[in-house]
């Protein structure tokens, strides 16, 4: 019979033992929404990623051991999540400025390489933005206002994109070292 411990308390498990690990999940998680979150699982005594999840969600319950789930509410990620993007801005600014070095440098194809990696990470912040946004509760203002002004954010990725399929090193550039930088210190200034 598995053992299910849900943040540090065992609980009856035998409730589940007709269903699939997937299944069983995708149950607590609509138990515990909309005030809390899955944050980490460990199954079998093993960390549980996306790939372990994936690979292992047909498996019958009843023929696990041990599955442990921790929690948080959703106020508290917020919150977590704003001070990791806080810290994450001086980072991103340098990539900012690592782009533009290699873009202007004979290194032009790391440059493109690190432009990738670089609106990846934009998209994470913007994404970020909308949970922190819709889970944050500060006194005194709405959800809207918690979330920062994101206007210019999706025309310059637009502009970014025109720039790179006409590869126009000296716009894209101009764009990182002149828009972006400008948006990424109003974020952080608003997270702040």
């Not at 051991?65 to 600014?93: M, R």
């Not at 509760?137 to 790179?164: C, I, W, Y």
């Amino acid at each position: 019979m598995l053992k299910l411990t849900l943040d540090g308390r065992e609980m009856e498990s035998g409730t589940y033992n007709d269903l699939t690990l997937s299944q069983m999940i995708d149950g607590l998680e609509k138990e515990l929404a909309p005030e809390r979150v899955i944050v980490a699982m460990s199954l079998n005594g093993q960390p549980l990623n996306r790939g372990d999840e994936k690979n292992n969600a047909a498996k019958p319950v009843k023929e696990l051991d041990s599955l442990v789930i921790d929690t948080q509410h959703v106020g508290a990620l917020a919150v977590n999540t704003l001070h990791t993007l806080i810290e994450y801005f001086p980072q991103l600014k340098a990539h900012v400025e690592e782009s533009i070095r290699l873009l202007q440098s004979e290194k032009e194809s790391e440059g493109h390489l690190a432009l990738g990696s670089l609106i990846e990470g934009l998209q994470m912040v913007s994404s970020a933005w909308h949970g922190i946004s819709r889970f944050l509760e500060v006194e005194g203002r709405s959800p809207q206002e918690v979330m920062p002004k994101m206007n210019g954010f999706n025309g310059l990725l637009k502009d970014l994109l025109t720039a790179q399929q006409n590869t126009d090193i000296v716009q894209i550039c101009d764009l990182l070292e002149f828009e972006l930088i400008t948006i990424l210190d109003q974020w952080e200034t608003h997270a702040s």
